[in-house]
C-alpha cells in the first residue's frame, strides 16, 4: 500500500535533489528522511533512487513514482475540497502568507467580512514575503499567498500555480517642500554630480532591489544610508 507521506517525500527529493534538502524543507532529521525512503522502496519492492557523489539520483522507477506521487497529492488535495464543497457550507482551514503592509492594512477588514460571511472558516496567517513564500506553496504550507510583484521582478510561478492581480499600489516619489530636490522628477537626478541620499529599502528586498533598479534606469545610483538620523 503506497503511503502519501512517503510519496511527499519522494516527490521533494525529486524536486530538491538531497535528503539534507528535502529534510530542511519537511523539517526532518536527515534519518527520518532516510527511513522514509527507505521503507518506500520496500512498499514498491525496487530501488528508487541511488547516490551520485553528495547527492542522489532517482533510478528510472523512482522518476516514474515521483510523477505519479506528484499528481497524487493533488488529487488528494482536490478530493478534500471536493468533500467540503459538497457540504454546501465554507469550512476548514485555509493558510495565508502576506507581508507587514498587507497585514495592517487589507488583512484585518478581509477577516472581518470573511468571520461574517463564513464563520466556520479558519484563517492562518504567517507574515513572509512573496519570494519567500513561494516554498511554502510549493510544499503546499500554505493555500495563498498576498504578495506584491514589480515590473521585471515577479515572483517564480509554474503550471501548479495561479497568479490573481488584486490591485495596483503607485509608487510615488516624495521630495522636500522647499530647497534643492524639492518637486524634482526621479529623471531629473541624473543630472546632479553629488550623491543624493535616499530612504529606500535595501536591495537584498523586493521593493527595494526594483527601486534600485528603477533609479539605475534613470541614470543614477540612489546613496541609502545605513542609518537614518533620529
Request: net charge negative; hydrophobic share 40%.
Amino acid at each position: 500500500m503506497l503511503d502519501l507521506h512517503r510519496l511527499r517525500i519522494l516527490y521533494e527529493l525529486q524536486r530538491l535533489g538531497t535528503v539534507t534538502a528535502v529534510a530542511e524543507s519537511l523539517r526532518y532529521t536527515h534519518s527520518a528522511i532516510s527511513q522514509q525512503l527507505a521503507q518506500c522502496e520496500k512498499d514498491v519492492g525496487v530501488a528508487l533512487y541511488e547516490k551520485v557523489g553528495r547527492r542522489v539520483r532517482l533510478t528510472e522507477q523512482g522518476e516514474i513514482l515521483a510523477s505519479y506521487a506528484e499528481r497524487m497529492l493533488a488529487l488528494a488535495d482536490e478530493a478534500e475540497s471536493q468533500v467540503i464543497a459538497s457540504t454546501n457550507a465554507v469550512r476548514g482551514t485555509i493558510k495565508v502568507t502576506t507581508f507587514q503592509t498587507i497585514m495592517s492594512s487589507l488583512v484585518p477588514r478581509a477577516l472581518t467580512e470573511l468571520a461574517r460571511e463564513y464563520p466556520d472558516l479558519r484563517v492562518q496567517i504567517i507574515q513572509r514575503e512573496a519570494d519567500g513564500a513561494m516554498e511554502l506553496l510549493a510544499r503546499r504550507e500554505v493555500d495563498l499567498i498576498l504578495g506584491e510583484e514589480y515590473e521585471s521582478d515577479m515572483p517564480a510561478t509554474d503550471e501548479h500555480t495561479h497568479r490573481e492581480l488584486l490591485l495596483d499600489d503607485p509608487l510615488r516619489l516624495i521630495t522636500p517642500l522647499t530647497g534643492p530636490w524639492s518637486e524634482l522628477r526621479l529623471e531629473d537626478f541624473a543630472a546632479h554630480d553629488e550623491e543624493i541620499p535616499f530612504a529606500m529599502d535595501p536591495e537584498e528586498f523586493l521593493l527595494g532591489r526594483f527601486v534600485h533598479r528603477l533609479c539605475r534606469r534613470h541614470g543614477f545610483n540612489p546613496s541609502v544610508p545605513s542609518s537614518m538620523p533620529a
